[in-house]
């Protein structure tokens, strides 16, 4: 199947409260654009030069999600643009999300990274964390960013049981977390699953998907 025949397929399914995000990472303009034509807007990348270089070349109408690790002293370079930063873990990388946010004359919307899967190269808060970072003085003085919601990465495996146990955990935490409403922080969006799992994530309240190799094919790069 195309790439277009595959973003129809996908979202003919998607119930409309989740949005899909279009994981575009080292694949070509071409392929970014068929997915366009046939009306995909959003797209996650995870290395901030190649998105600033696709967001030179591509309609300027897509929201550019980061979905990778972030390097701290990249964050200038997707400020101008970037509509959602899905994995934020710390907060020297908050801090300076909203220092260059407040150049930009801009509001920056983030997801905390929540830690849910057991492998140890997976990053994230542990959920006693994600309470901890709420709750900091710091985050309160921030006016140019908003935490909108959770992110997390399941462990890559095909134990059924697993994935739901890690999905039920992270919905849980977001549950949790929804009363709490302030200025800059009012949970919404729960972006979890991926090509292998988004079925059951979203059975598990996922309101944001993240499709790759489904879209787009396997990838020959990391």
């Given at each position: ?69 972030i390097q701290r002293n990249k ?148």
């Amino acid at each position: 199947m195309s790439i277009s025949e595959n973003i129809l397929k996908i979202k003919s399914k998607l119930p409309e409260s989740v949005a899909l995000v279009a994981v575009s990472k080292t694949k070509p303009i071409s392929d970014l654009l068929e997915a366009y034509n046939v009306g995909q807007r959003i797209f996650g990348e995870n290395k901030i030069q190649e998105m600033v270089s696709k967001y030179n070349e591509m309609p300027k109408d897509i929201a550019w999600h980061m979905i990778g690790h972030i390097q701290r002293n990249k964050v200038k370079y997707m400020a101008p643009f970037v509509n959602l930063i899905h994995g934020v873990d710390s907060l020297r990388l908050l801090t300076e999300i909203n220092k260059q946010a407040l150049k930009n004359n801009r509001i920056i919307d983030c997801l905390l990274q929540v830690k849910i899967a057991t492998e140890e190269n997976k990053f994230g808060l542990l959920e006693n964390e994600v309470l901890n970072f709420i709750a900091s003085e710091e985050i309160k003085k921030f006016k140019n960013i908003k935490i909108v919601g959770l992110m997390g990465m399941a462990t890559f495996t095909d134990n059924q049981e697993q994935l739901q146990k890690e999905f039920e955990m992270l919905k849980c935490v977001f549950d949790n977390l929804t009363h709490r409403k302030s200025f800059n922080f009012n949970l919404k969006t729960l972006s979890m699953g991926m090509s292998d799992d988004y079925p059951i994530a979203i059975k598990n309240g996922s309101t944001m998907i993240r499709v790759g190799s489904l879209i787009f094919g396997k990838r020959t790069l990391a």
